[in-house]
């Protein structure tokens, strides 16, 4: 019906963090009761029968855990606890199998021991340590943790399995696409509607519910929200939110940070998240024909596109009239509790991406009559006209085309055109005397387009006229919308990567930048259609701005600040087109100056903003969103280990493979030095920067004279705030870095690391206190015997050896401190256990080391290769091609010259070894032939010399027979 571009969705791909969206959760139980106790018991009587189990296949796209992650001791408590464990896996193997749960693939029963083969996610690491030692967690991130979280309590539920232990420690994340999965069901029993016990309950404190510590019974369902909740505050706060049994039977939640929203942050949202996931739940087919039944198809074309993607991707979590409600949780619990889920449907330009999670069905190639056909089957259509003007024209048609087939709607439908601001550009001021005045809805006949976008404005008057005549049948709605961020970024994506990427020294403006830009954050665009649909308002015509009078100056400093020195340059216009990345339209937008205000959007609807007060005023939660979103995550390396060991090399290698920045204690000493000269050198004092350049003065000084005073070596304090510096720059933090052999002991970490502001869960731990922006995240221990460093160092040339200090006696010396400061009670390496950053030990003399470490870190987090630099590679592989087969070419020559040569040379070894042979041979029958030439001139020659004689006296007819005759006749044997 939808014709041959249709794409349907697949079972089970691997979920990527820009488009998961939420599914079922706490519904539809299965009740076991005695049957369930009848399968325990056969399950546990069949343990011994392991080798059956040892004949499935394990599916070869999946790792598996280390052997020693699943064995565990026989004795009685842990063989019954296993055995549970085992039970409640081999349940959750049954299909439909969650993504979101770990999977064991095979057990084994030894004397004394189980073995588990387990599924093993790579790269990554327990919820607990991101949360505690990753980058500060935003909500975009924390939104699509939670949703899997659900997810995987919910299929557990409906498998008949109480989890029993939900906390941090046991989920695991994969670092690059943040998928969860859940863990450990060593506490784990069998679902029941009668509850538990409260003396049994065997979880962890911080995530215990009240009823466990105030009643005799609980029940997982509500266990499994309170441990759900609590898993969330720690997201948001990073701490817990009770600390002792006091606390939480008063359940008081005080909610501390500020960069989450407040939907997102109070229990509404939490409620929201449950209530939502629930309403796909099969308890009855009754419930799932109603929730079908009030479900809404909305299309929307190009959904592979920015803004469409992230509008349609935010449509597929949000619950059909959910924005009717006036906010109170038991409204929207209430109502969302009868609704469902917007459906999406959409157009593709490319069809070899990666299909959108959050479609239903995707369309490519598709003729107009087959997109008719995909229009007429839906309840919403949304045409996007902002990005892409070759979609003015299809857009038209559309609105035309259902017009025309307004006759055979089986339901109304509503018909959304996304507009952009520029068709209000070279609008006039409402009062010329005070062009402060916002623009609003109500100037909607006085605007004026700009020349390149007058088509714009005739296909908005276009969908608002044919929305006129049949309102019943066929709604109309234009939204005008302001340049839109957020997400990954589009219009202004240009600023954060140069800021990001930080390889200039000042980020550009484009003209004067004074010009106020009409701006707004794409979900709440999205929150604007949402509104459209629920209410269906009787005004047609919207602006979609936030409040926000940011200037592009204002824009581009917020960024320049947030991700990179904060420096901007004010540039010619003309200067943009040499970017390659910004557009004669993009030049166009971020140039329109207009003072705009959403009078309607806030008097008709009922919309929840995010990111009212604009980009600015948000521009860390935008900036950590477009991070998350486009994995743009530093990565923290710290090498260390013995001098000579080859940390500098792995180091340089690394960095060049993960575009990190190399923190070496010397270099970051003479770059520290270097800039600061450069800073006294290029800049006169005045009024304004004086009190900078003393200061910078004072520093130098102080630096150069602590170095005469110590032999060119600084003292630790100036070293700890160089490198404390070099680890805060914005590069490092953006990016990530590669520290090179420091810090070397366990108080120059501890005092390198510290962070005053961390805030203490417990007062009595001895956990250090450490900053989660300068700790590393891998820490490897590079490692090889005395004997290989020492064999390595004598193979240094003398000149290199005596500039690193790796002469004999300095070498055999530092070497030894190393190994003293290792073997002390604290070491360095200590330390990183002690915030359980275990080191990765590395044996240089028989290990790939580069290798090992790019395996244990995973992919790079960062652009990759630029358009220029991609041809540059290009070329440079093209002629390392050429110079391949030129060298191959030169080789073969050579080595068809050197064989020509060897034959040659056994040619002529051949001839002159003949010749000798045939020489000896000449010489040794000339030595057999002396006797027979003797015995021949004494007996023989003489009687033939006669012969010949007579027979020339004689002459006869015939000499030879005369001769022959004659011989035979004087034989002297006669």
Known sequence: MVG??????????????????????????????????????????????????????????????????????????????????????????????????????????????????????????????????????????????????????????????????????????????????????????????DGYESDLYIGVLDYCPPEVLTEPRFHAVPKNVWALGVLLYKMVNACRPFHNRTEITQAKVTFQKSNFSKDFVTSKYFGRCVIFSSLHSNQTTNMANHNESRSKRVFLNNIDSYSSKYIAQFLSSCVVGESLTDGEEEDIHEHASEGACFQIVGTVANKDAKKQRFALEEYWSVNREELLQCLMHCDVIVYNITEHTDLIDEATWAISALHSEIEHFKSSKIFILLSTIMTWAMTKPADPDDPDIPLTEEDYKRRRPHPNFKEHTSTEKLVLKLGKQKKSKLATYVVTSGLQYGMGESMFHFFFKTAWLGELSSVPVFGAGTNIIPAIHIHDLARVVQNIIDHKPKTHYFIAVDDSKNTFEDIVKAIASALGSGQIEKVPKEDAYGTKAITETDLLYLNVNLQTESVFLKDKLNISWDYESGIVDNIFRVVEEYKQTRQLLPIKICLLGPPAVGKSSVATKLCRYYKLHHINVNEAINEKVRQLEELLGRNEKTRENEEMLIGAEEQLKTLKNNMLQNDGQLDEQHVMHIIREKLNSMPCRNQGFVLDGYPKTFTQAKELFYDAKMEVEDTRSTIPQYSKVLIPEYVFSLDATDEFLKERVRSLPQNVAEEMHYTQDEFTESLAKFRETLAEDESVLDYFDELEIHPEYIDCENEATVDKIIKTVGRPMNYGLSPEEMEEEKKRKEDEWHQQLKQEKLEKKLRKIVENDKMDALLEEWNRNMAEVMKQEHELLETRSVPMRHYLMKYVMPTVIQGLVDCCKVKPDDPVDFLAEYLFRNNSDD
């Open 4 to 193: 041959f571009g249709k794409r349907t969705p697949e079972r089970h791909v691997p979920v990527r963090v820009d488009q998961m969206k939420p599914g079922n959760a706490m519904e539809g139980y299965v009740l076991f009761g005695a049957v369930a106790t009848v399968v325990l018991w056969m399950v546990w009587s069949l343990l011994s029968l392991h080798q059956i189990w040892s004949q499935s296949p394990i599916p070869s796209h999946h790792h598996l855990a280390p052997d020693h992650s699943g064995i565990k001791q026989n004795n009685a408590w842990a063989s019954k606890t296993l055995v549970t464990e085992v039970t409640l896996l081999l349940m959750m193997r049954r299909e439909p199998i969650s993504p979101f749960v770990i999977q064991l693939y095979k057990w084994f029963e030894h004397a004394r021991k189980f073995t588990l083969v387990m599924e093993y996610l790579e790269p990554c690491k327990s919820l607990h340590d991101f949360i505690t030692r990753g980058p500060q967690l935003y909500e975009p991130t924390a939104r699509v943790i939670m949703q899997q979280a659900l997810l995987a309590v919910q299929h557990c539920i409906n498998h008949g399995v109480f989890h029993n232990d939900i906390h941090a420690q046991n989920f695991l994340l994969n670092k690059n696409t943040f998928q969860l999965k859940l863990i450990d069901f060593g506490c784990g029993q069998l679902f029941s509607n």
